[in-house]
């Protein structure tokens, strides 16, 4: 393992992950602005999970020990996107930068904004059935030879660096802002089944990588100069393997958390529609859901 000293000072310039913080940080900041002009303080809490829990250490992990030795070492590499596909986007979601958006538009702005969060794409992105599935494509190409592409080219390394958290944002966001994705409770039962199922699905890239006789991506030895404390090829793949396994299988209790707080608020939403309509409007409802099933 690395010295401590190493971890601590290592740094280099992921140019590509400071403009996409930059962006970021910009764009909140100036929903915070323009929210506060229209008479909505944002909470302060929320505001300091945006930055410090997401922006900030999606920069050091891009800039920090594991960015410096990415290209080289497929633990450190592995560490690093795991990280910011599964955890950062969980903080990044604790600013609630859609609902703050929400509140810092106005007229045509907000709805097309509000239109493409009902896209198809966005309805697609934000369930349970296709979030485990993006998380296996992406980690699945691990086990082949273009996860020495991803870490050798500073071009690929630079889109999985914005596109790697972009994703898992929008992955992470109908957990953490569930009153922007409207769901039933019937529907989030359903992802709380499928769920279950992903818990063994994230598991397959790092079992893979944990237990493979062979070094997978093809590059089976360390060029001249490496520091001592490199572990073989085939131990470095290992420990990739070991971190992914855990980080996969970690922040699944996290995101089963969440489903449940945004099953409850659901149910609760629900529950005060129905006791707001009428006897009438009851009766109605009532009917229609029978000549539905006779029909």
Same mark, same amino acid.
């Given at each position: 393992?690395?010295?401590?000293?190493?971890?601590?000072?290592?740094?280099?310039?992921?140019?590509?992950?400071?403009?996409?913080?930059?962006?970021?940080?910009?764009?909140?900041?100036?929903?915070?602005?323009?929210?506060?002009?229209?008479?909505?303080?944002?909470?302060?809490?929320?505001?300091?999970?945006?930055?410090?829990?997401?922006?900030?250490?999606?920069?050091?992990?891009?800039?920090?020990?594991?960015?410096?030795?990415?290209?080289?070492?497929?633990?450190?590499?592995?560490?690093?996107?795991?990280?910011?596909?599964?955890? #950062?986007?969980?903080?990044?979601?604790?600013?609630?930068?859609?609902?703050?958006?929400?509140?810092?538009?106005?007229?045509?702005?907000?709805?097309?904004?509000?239109?493409?969060?009902?896209?198809?794409?966005?309805?697609?992105?934000?369930?349970?059935?296709?979030?485990?599935?993006?998380?296996?494509?992406?980690?699945?190409?691990?086990?082949?030879?273009?996860?020495?592409?991803?870490?050798?080219?500073?071009?690929?390394?630079?889109?999985?660096?914005?596109?790697?958290?972009?994703?898992?944002?929008?992955?992470?966001?109908?957990?953490?802002?569930?009153?922007?994705?409207?769901?039933?409770?019937?529907?989030?039962?359903?992802?709380?089944?499928? #769920?279950?199922?992903?818990?063994?699905?994230?598991? #397959?890239?790092?079992?893979?990588?944990?237990?493979?006789?062979?070094?997978?991506?093809?590059?089976?030895?360390?060029?001249?100069?490496?520091?001592?404390?490199?572990?073989?090829?085939?131990?470095?793949?290992?420990?990739?393997?070991?971190?992914?396994?855990?980080?996969?299988?970690?922040?699944?209790?996290?995101?089963?958390?969440?489903?449940?707080?945004?099953?409850?608020?659901?149910?609760?939403?629900?529950?005060?529609?129905?006791?707001?309509?009428?006897?009438?409007?009851?009766?109605?409802?009532?009917?229609?859901?029978?000549?539905?099933?006779?029909?």
């Amino acid at each position: 393992m690395p010295p401590l000293a190493e971890i601590l000072s290592a740094a280099t310039l992921d140019s590509a992950a400071i403009a996409f913080a930059l962006a970021a940080s910009a764009l909140y900041a100036a929903g915070l602005v323009r929210a506060r002009r229209r008479g909505v303080a944002w909470p302060l809490w929320r505001v300091l999970g945006f930055y410090l829990l997401g922006v900030l250490p999606y920069v050091a992990l891009a800039c920090g020990f594991t960015g410096a030795y990415g290209s080289l070492l497929r633990w450190a590499f592995t560490l690093k996107v795991a990280l910011i596909f599964f955890v #950062v986007p969980l903080f990044l979601g604790l600013g609630q930068p859609v609902g703050l958006a929400r509140a810092a538009l106005a007229g045509r702005a907000k709805d097309r904004l509000d239109r493409v969060l009902a896209s198809r794409a966005m309805r697609m992105l934000g369930n349970a059935f296709v979030a485990p599935l993006v998380g296996l494509v992406l980690f699945g190409t691990f086990l082949t030879p273009l996860l020495s592409v991803y870490r050798g080219s500073p071009l690929a390394s630079g889109i999985l660096s914005i596109v790697v958290p972009l994703v898992g944002l929008l992955l992470a966001l109908p957990l953490t802002e569930g009153d922007s994705f409207e769901r039933s409770s019937a529907f989030i039962v359903l992802e709380f089944v499928y #769920v279950f199922i992903e818990l063994l699905a994230d598991a #397959v890239p790092g079992i893979f990588l944990r237990l493979s006789p062979t070094v997978l991506d093809g590059a089976a030895s360390w060029a001249a100069g490496v520091p001592p404390w490199f572990p073989s090829p085939l131990r470095d793949q290992q420990l990739a393997g070991d971190l992914l396994w855990f980080i996969a299988e970690a922040v699944d209790v996290p995101v089963i958390i969440l489903m449940f707080v945004r099953f409850s608020r659901s149910d609760r939403r629900e529950a005060r529609s129905f006791d707001e309509l009428s006897d009438e409007q009851m009766d109605a409802l009532a009917q229609e859901h029978l000549r539905r099933r006779g029909s």
